[in-house]
């Protein structure tokens, strides 16, 4: 008699839980593969080394646990700025509530449509990302993405971009379980956008493949909440051409659970990476993942990943950061740098940073450190008759700083500042 498995029968589970998409041939195909995939991985376990720092029993019961919806009066992000929105409620586009699908120089097309097509340039990028980043780390949550997810956007940047396209995921049913996935492909010379922000759904499960080509750039700001009980596996997976650029940064406040995973390649010489972000949590149930994966294979190419985390009341922070160096990569430029700022001491942040270095010719570094409010500069801010709440406030914003000073945008970086002024605010009403 066969011993059950508890991982592949959540992986199992887990497939048979959603419907089988239809689409042309090839993408039934790499569906079919990246299934194939799951099954031989299985679902994750905390005995995963990569999953020792979070429990993921809340991304594979199936089905998903319930989260209660949230309100708020608060103006939307991104509303103020001149862009294209498109809308997701529970996973599900809604092309009432969003923009028209035009902007000069992008197109945009829903993901199923793109992939019903025999001929169409998703064929090159869907599931391909994802697959090269299974290695030599196992992503099973993204795998089961790509073999479910129906929803998604497939966008091409030709040229560059007016403004940018905004994604905003509502929340509306309290046992949603949302599978989104996104492919974006910037050609050579070409600049792009892209903004998202909300929570997606009681438990939502996002990938996006990113091709950045020769001398493009691409730039991407998300913000996650504010529900509390949300639950939020994200990943993205970019590729770097030669000259490129590619930067992401991404605000958490709220939520039970999240985990959001980046996987860069530089596939060409001279380009440019910074991922970083911003976490701040408020009780023991908040748990916030920040898993990072950069593979240098390219010459004089430069990476950096900046993350700072607010954690009070027993809310636990996490960060696994991994910059690895091939052989022919020389003049590599590597940064790291991952810190966590505890508000009591009931607080926890998990560090595990990594460097693997197989070239000669680099500059790379790495640092984490945790630790409490500055006495000094707190007195100093208090004996000049600031409030202690707001000294402490300060305290906090100056310490995000340095990952918000990441965003190239100066009124989006302001706008980031603003909310987490306002996510302190009300911990003191």
């Given at each position: 008699?066969?011993?059950?498995?508890?991982?592949?029968?959540?992986?199992?589970?887990l497939?048979a839980?959603?419907?089988?998409?239809?689409?042309?041939?090839?993408?039934?195909?790499?569906?079919?593969?990246?299934?194939?995939?799951?099954?031989?991985?299985?679902?994750?376990?905390k005995?995963?080394?990569y999953?020792?720092y979070?429990?993921?029993?809340?991304?594979?019961?199936?089905?998903?646990?319930?989260?209660?919806?949230?309100?708020?009066?608060?103006?939307p992000?991104f509303?103020?700025?001149?862009?294209?929105?498109l809308?997701?409620?529970?996973?599900?586009?809604?092309?009432?509530?969003s923009?028209d699908?035009t902007?000069?120089?992008?197109?945009?097309?829903?993901?199923?449509?793109?992939?019903?097509?025999d001929?169409?340039?998703?064929?090159e990028?869907f599931?391909?990302?994802?697959?090269?980043g299974?290695?030599?780390?196992?992503?099973?949550?993204?795998?089961?993405?790509?073999a479910v997810?129906?929803?998604g956007?497939?966008?091409?940047?030709?040229g560059?971009?007016?403004k940018?396209?905004?994604?905003r995921?509502?929340?509306?049913?309290?046992t949603?379980?949302?599978m989104?996935?996104?492919?974006?492909?910037?050609?050579e010379?070409?600049?792009?956008?892209?903004l998202?922000?909300?929570?997606?759904?009681?438990?939502?499960?996002?990938?996006?493949?990113v091709?950045v080509?020769d001398k493009?750039?691409?730039?991407h700001?998300?913000?996650?909440?504010?529900?509390?009980?949300?639950?939020?596996?994200?990943?993205?997976f970019?590729?770097?051409?030669?000259?490129?650029?590619?930067?992401?940064?991404?605000?958490?406040?709220n939520?039970i659970l999240?985990?959001?995973?980046?996987?860069?390649?530089?596939?060409?010489?001279?380009?440019?990476?910074t991922?970083g972000?911003?976490?701040?949590?408020?009780?023991?149930?908040?748990?916030?993942?920040?898993?990072?994966?950069?593979?240098?294979?390219?010459?004089?190419?430069?990476?950096?990943?900046?993350?700072?985390?607010?954690?009070?009341?027993g809310a636990?922070g996490?960060?696994?950061?991994?910059?690895?160096?091939?052989a022919?990569?020389?003049?590599?430029?590597?940064?790291?740098?991952?810190?966590?700022?505890?508000?009591?001491?009931?607080s926890?942040?998990?560090?595990?940073?990594?460097?693997?270095?197989?070239?000669?010719?680099?500059?790379?570094?790495?640092g984490?450190?945790?630790?409490?409010?500055?006495?000094d500069?707190?007195?100093y801010?208090?004996s000049?008759?600031?409030?202690?709440k707001?000294?402490?406030?300060?305290?906090?914003?100056a310490f995000?700083?340095?990952?918000?000073?990441?965003i190239?945008?100066?009124?989006?970086a302001?706008?980031?500042r603003d909310?987490?002024?306002?996510?302190?605010?009300r911990?003191?009403?």
């Amino acid at each position: 008699m066969a011993v059950s498995n508890p991982k592949f029968d959540a992986s199992d589970a887990l497939l048979a839980g959603f419907d089988s998409p239809d689409g042309a041939k090839w993408a039934v195909d790499k569906r079919a593969s990246a299934a194939a995939n799951l099954r031989r991985m299985g679902a994750p376990v905390k005995r995963h080394e990569y999953w020792k720092y979070t429990n993921p029993t809340g991304f594979t019961i199936f089905p998903a646990p319930s989260a209660a919806l949230f309100h708020t009066d608060e103006t939307p992000m991104f509303d103020a700025i001149d862009r294209v929105k498109l809308v997701f409620v529970d996973g599900v586009f809604d092309a009432e509530q969003s923009d028209d699908l035009t902007l000069e120089n992008v197109q945009i097309e829903t993901l199923s449509d793109s992939l019903s097509k025999d001929i169409h340039w998703a064929k090159e990028l869907f599931g391909v990302l994802e697959n090269n980043g299974q290695t030599p780390v196992d992503r099973p949550l993204a795998a089961l993405n790509t073999a479910v997810a129906q929803e998604g956007l497939a966008i091409r940047a030709t040229g560059h971009a007016p403004k940018p396209i905004a994604i905003r995921y509502l929340h509306s049913s309290e046992t949603s379980d949302a599978m989104v996935h996104h492919i974006v492909k910037v050609d050579e010379g070409a600049h792009f956008t892209l903004l998202e922000s909300g929570p997606g759904a009681a438990r939502f499960n996002s990938v996006m493949e990113v091709d950045v080509a020769d001398k493009a750039q691409f730039h991407h700001i998300r913000t996650q909440g504010r529900d509390h009980e949300r639950r939020t596996a994200t990943h993205m997976f970019g590729r770097l051409g030669l000259e490129s650029i590619f930067r992401s940064f991404t605000m958490t406040v709220n939520g039970i659970l999240t985990r959001n995973e980046t996987v860069l390649e530089f596939t060409g010489d001279n380009a440019k990476a910074t991922v970083g972000g911003t976490s701040a949590g408020d009780g023991k149930e908040f748990h916030h993942d920040d898993t990072v994966f950069v593979t240098h294979d390219s010459v004089d190419c430069e990476s950096r990943q900046v993350f700072k985390k607010v954690l009070r009341n027993g809310a636990t922070g996490v960060f696994q950061g991994k910059i690895l160096v091939k052989a022919d990569a020389q003049k590599t430029d590597g940064y790291q740098i991952s810190q966590g700022l505890l508000l009591d001491d009931n607080s926890n942040f998990l560090a595990k940073p990594e460097l693997e270095i197989y070239a000669d010719d680099v500059i790379c570094s790495h640092g984490s450190t945790v630790g409490a409010i500055d006495d000094d500069a707190l007195f100093y801010l208090t004996s000049r008759g600031v409030h202690k709440k707001q000294a402490q406030d300060m305290l906090v914003l100056a310490f995000l700083g340095e990952a918000i000073d990441e965003i190239d945008d100066d009124a989006i970086a302001q706008g980031i500042r603003d909310r987490l002024e306002q996510w302190m605010e009300r911990r003191h009403a």
